[in-house]
């Protein structure tokens, strides 16, 4: 009997309760008995994203709403800053340059944060520069950009947007978007919202209404101005993901009125931290020691081990799926997921996992001394 | 965000695709498409029960199938031999004495088992005791009554019935009923069934049946005879509960054919052994060290920790549900189920839990030895 479990940062488990509600009957999106589950959804996502902008909701992934993050922005030729430190940096850096954006790199060694001075100086080198893209957390390193002082270096002067890819950021720990002056803020449904995927989530502040006014990239499907015109009669353009919604609603209830999002952020930081060191408890270093999200956890495959057949050994004989690596790091690390539907006792079981696949891929330590340290860490 | 987990010994966790199982549309028992399902159950069953006699299927609590082992297999003055060790023990003689039949008892201490012996003794001294009932596992206690040993020594001489509640033996250890000579042998859905709690189980040999032919106690909606006339056509004399059965279905499918028997007694048994090593680790004592059943494990609530409390505790802060002691132990021990569909992992968060609540409550300890302690018994 093997129960699978899954780890990684998003998809995440999804609450019973959730799964109950999108498995009611469907109903249909132009109808009365939609409006207040759409208007639940739309309230309760300005709450997690801290801001009194609207949000607008796609059926997409994350990848659709940073699309429309710069399709929607921009024009050809424009000049755009992206912040390149991981795998979803140069996803910001491929839609930019697939539009026609001209694009300017900082790049970052993948584990590091942006250095905000780095970010001053291309911005005086490159006046012209019109929006900044980056990551809140780079889900692919798990290291944490400083985006509340990347946000005040681009608004020093200027009139440029700084716009955060808060994927596996928005509910996994503070960054208030209205008070740190992001202009864009988006996320998707199977983060720390505890969905399946199918939603993206996009905050857009005034600033960011006015550039879309004189965008000139081609765009239709995700047209913000059309969603931002319809979205106070509680619609969308497009046929919304009707269950994804209702579920929507009743995870947002659980984050926002029953756990609280304090105390969201405060439980997640405590289980990175925890498995952070139970990890240094066994010997095993992090990528992203200095800057850790604390949306997952990346750790480094040590020495002698071979990452693709203990992530193998951790799933086919335990029951756990972490993530891999993404690009240059495939088979150097593994990340443990944080954010989104876990607990301390989840935490544990996934790090007693850890240690016995290690063990039995011949990585020699005191099996349970992780586990211990985090059962201690994670008490009351 | 407090996730709630139960480690009660009966109700367990159902697997979702059992819970998926009996969530389909409902069918009619009398209903062609009704009759494999049923089938399915009366056969896995059998293999369950490890006998070629038939096992009947009641919509009732275990207690209603130890009601009819005695309703349909005495009469009133009949001479029954009841051993006594704990509350399920205390259960067979109330019923006894209900249906007046006479009733002579071997008291055991509280988590110890009966020495065969004993028996031999109370039979010879009593020549026309008709059946001995006994437990398997006394659940009460978490203590393990010597079966086989017991079956031999009441089928040595005189035409005797050995009835035998096994509700946490069936599926969680080795009781074969065939091979031991048990006459009946009795379980329930919500043990090691993995299912919720609504359908008892019988198996009836065939000197049990010959024993009902000459039963006189009063007995309607439990008539084995009844009962086991159509049980060949896959019938029962009163509706069944047609949803239960179609989700037993499933869960002996996955427990027979998927994970298998053997290995299903083999997790069992790890997880048992790997607790009472764990809260020996803490300076625990067990309530019955020297039989103990891999049903569940009996922890002595330690000098100077409130039981209650600690229970509360443990539910309310951390989300485990563990049993308290029934009868005289109540509030003195706490109880761990093993039985059903518990994994090492869930095993390891619950000793982490405990731990924490144990240190919660002014119990000290070094946190985090019990759960490093399971976490090194419970690799590969």
Redesign the interface.
């Known amino acids: 009997?093997?129960?699978r479990?899954l780890f990684t940062p998003g998809p995440v488990p999804v609450p019973d309760r959730v799964r109950l509600a999108m498995a009611q009957p469907i109903i249909n999106h132009r109808a009365a008995d939609f409006l207040p589950v759409f208007r639940a959804c739309r309230e309760g996502l300005q709450r997690m994203f801290q801001t009194e902008s609207p949000v607008l909701l796609f059926a997409a992934s994350g990848t659709g709403a940073m699309d429309a993050a710069v399709s929607n922005l921009l024009s050809p030729d424009d000049h755009a800053l992206v912040i390149r430190g991981g795998k979803f940096g140069e996803r910001w850096g491929e839609i930019c340059e697939a539009y026609g954006v001209r694009t300017t790199y900082i790049d970052v060694e993948w584990g590091k944060a942006v250095d905000p001075a780095d970010v001053a100086a291309a911005l005086e080198a490159n006046p012209d520069i019109r929006a900044v893209y980056l990551q809140a957390s780079e889900t692919s390193t798990a290291a944490r950009h400083p985006v509340r002082e990347v946000a005040e270096v681009v608004h020093r002067d200027g009139d440029r947007l700084v716009v955060v890819d808060a994927i596996t950021a928005v509910g996994v720990y503070d960054l208030p978007m209205d008070d740190w002056g992001l202009d864009v803020v988006l996320s998707g449904s199977q983060k720390a919202f505890m969905m399946p995927p199918g939603l993206a989530f996009m905050g857009v502040s005034e600033r960011a209404q006015r550039f879309m006014q004189d965008a000139k990239c081609g765009h239709y499907y995700f047209d913000l101005e059309k969603e931002l015109a319809v979205l106070p009669s509680d619609q969308t353009s497009w046929t919304p993901a009707v269950n994804l919604l209702v579920g929507l609603a009743e995870a947002l209830s659980?984050i926002l009125d029953?756990?609280g999002l304090e105390?969201?952020f405060a439980?997640t930081e405590k289980l990175a931290h925890a498995t952070r060191e139970a990890m240094g408890a066994i010997g095993l270093d992090l990528l992203a020691p200095d800057a850790p999200s604390p949306a997952c956890t990346a750790v480094m495959v040590p020495e002698g081990v071979d990452g693709p057949a203990l992530r193998k050994t951790l799933r086919d004989?335990?029951?756990y799926t972490v993530a891999d690596g993404q690009g240059r790091l495939k088979g150097k690390i593994f990340r443990i997921a944080h954010l989104g539907?876990f607990?301390?006792?989840?935490t544990?079981?996934?790090i007693?996992?850890v240690?016995?696949a290690l063990?039995?891929v011949g990585y020699v330590h005191e099996?349970?001394?992780a586990?211990?340290?985090?059962?201690?860490l994670?008490?009351?």
Chains 1, 2 share one sequence.
């Open positions: 009997m093997l129960k479990r659980i029953e756990e105390a969201t439980r004989q335990y029951g539907y607990d301390r006792f989840d544990i079981g996934c007693a996992a240690e016995m063990s039995s099996v349970g001394e586990t211990r340290t985090a059962t201690l994670l008490r009351d």
